[in-house]
């Protein structure tokens, strides 16, 4: 309970310092602007994980050309996969996420500002508006667009389905779809759990899979490949269905890495 006390008034404090931090960077605007977005999140991150006593293992990443882009799709179990993912990834990693985000005080500005995706999902035609503008984006500016497909976090570790949105955004786009394996972050903080445990994140980044030369007739064979590679990375059983929405609530430092310059 001490440590998860810590982590909440600790991450408060360095949120609001980063975020604001990136708001006047973007006051700023031109390379002070790039340069917060990229290193702030990051340093956030490391300093979360580091408080929260939790280690990280990261494997396959020298395999991968981080100057093109990509669109990376991973399994989700906890609040701590996105401070994981900012560490381990290289490259301009840039998050898909619902837009409720974009109206938390401070963070909310320094994460639109810093060109992060909100999707309504209550709004169809406006989710599909704002993957268009993703797609374009992705190829020009080389990002590593990053989505969570199962759309919420896993309660049991189970890879669920995925939503169609990346693969269809990868189809679009002719960009390879990223397959990346977390292991370890449902243990760290469980879904519907505010208590914090120490412990050690994995990620294993598996090779791009091509989607070049695709139509919208494989998107759902595209998705389907997509997941097994994502289970096979975090050993993870996969589960034919969504969720069950009452299944969470049955239940209740420093970092290292591997294959990483």
């Given at each position: 309970m001490?440590?998860?006390?810590?982590?909440?008034l600790?991450?408060?404090?360095?949120?609001?310092?980063?975020a604001?931090?990136?708001?006047?960077?973007?006051?700023?605007?031109?390379?002070?602007?790039?340069?917060?977005?990229?290193?702030?999140?990051?340093?956030?991150?490391?300093?979360?994980?580091?408080?929260?006593?939790?280690?990280?293992?990261?494997?396959?990443?020298?395999?991968?050309?981080?100057?093109?882009?990509?669109i990376?799709?991973?399994?989700?179990?906890?609040?701590?996969?996105?401070?994981?993912?900012l560490?381990?990834?290289?490259?301009?990693?840039?998050?898909?996420?619902?837009?409720?985000?974009?109206?938390?005080?401070?963070?909310?500005?320094?994460?639109?500002?810093?060109?992060?995706?909100?999707?309504?999902?209550?709004?169809?035609?406006?989710?599909?508006?704002s993957?268009?503008?993703?797609?374009?984006?992705?190829?020009?500016?080389?990002?590593?667009?990053?989505?969570?497909?199962?759309?919420?976090?896993?309660?049991?570790?189970?890879?669920?389905?995925?939503?169609?949105?990346?693969?269809?955004?990868?189809?679009?786009?002719?960009?390879?779809?990223?397959?990346?394996?977390?292991?370890?972050?449902?243990a760290?903080?469980?879904?519907?759990?505010?208590?914090?445990?120490?412990g050690?994140?994995?990620?294993?980044?598996?090779?791009?899979?091509e989607?070049?030369?695709?139509?919208?007739?494989?998107?759902?064979?595209?998705?389907?490949?997509?997941?097994?590679?994502?289970?096979?990375?975090a050993?993870?059983?996969?589960?034919?269905?969504?969720?069950?929405?009452?299944?969470?609530?049955?239940?209740?430092?420093?970092?290292?890495?591997?294959?990483?310059?």
């Amino acid at each position: 309970m001490i440590r998860s006390v810590w982590v909440l008034l600790a991450g408060a404090a360095m949120t609001a310092y980063f975020a604001t931090l990136v708001v006047i960077g973007g006051w700023i605007g031109g390379r002070v602007s790039e340069h917060v977005c990229e290193q702030c999140p990051r340093r956030w991150s490391r300093l979360v994980l580091k408080c929260a006593g939790v280690r990280l293992r990261v494997s396959g990443v020298d395999a991968v050309d981080w100057s093109k882009p990509a669109i990376l799709v991973a399994n989700h179990q906890s609040w701590f996969d996105v401070f994981a993912l900012l560490v381990a990834v290289p490259g301009k990693l840039r998050f898909v996420a619902k837009e409720e985000l974009g109206r938390i005080p401070i963070f909310g500005r320094a994460w639109r500002g810093c060109d992060h995706m909100p999707i309504d999902r209550s709004d169809r035609r406006r989710a599909i508006a704002s993957l268009n503008r993703t797609g374009e984006k992705l190829r020009e500016e080389s990002l590593v667009v990053t989505i969570f497909p199962e759309g919420t976090r896993s309660p049991d570790g189970r890879i669920y389905s995925f939503k169609k949105g990346a693969f269809v955004l990868a189809i679009r786009t002719g960009v390879a779809i990223l397959p990346v394996g977390i292991r370890g972050s449902g243990a760290v903080m469980p879904k519907g759990s505010f208590r914090v445990r120490g412990g050690e994140i994995r990620i294993r980044i598996g090779r791009p899979i091509e989607a070049g030369g695709l139509d919208h007739v494989n998107r759902d064979a595209l998705a389907e490949e997509s997941r097994r590679a994502v289970a096979a990375l975090a050993g993870a059983a996969m589960a034919g269905h969504e969720p069950d929405a009452d299944v969470g609530s049955r239940r209740g430092s420093g970092t290292t890495t591997e294959g990483r310059a």
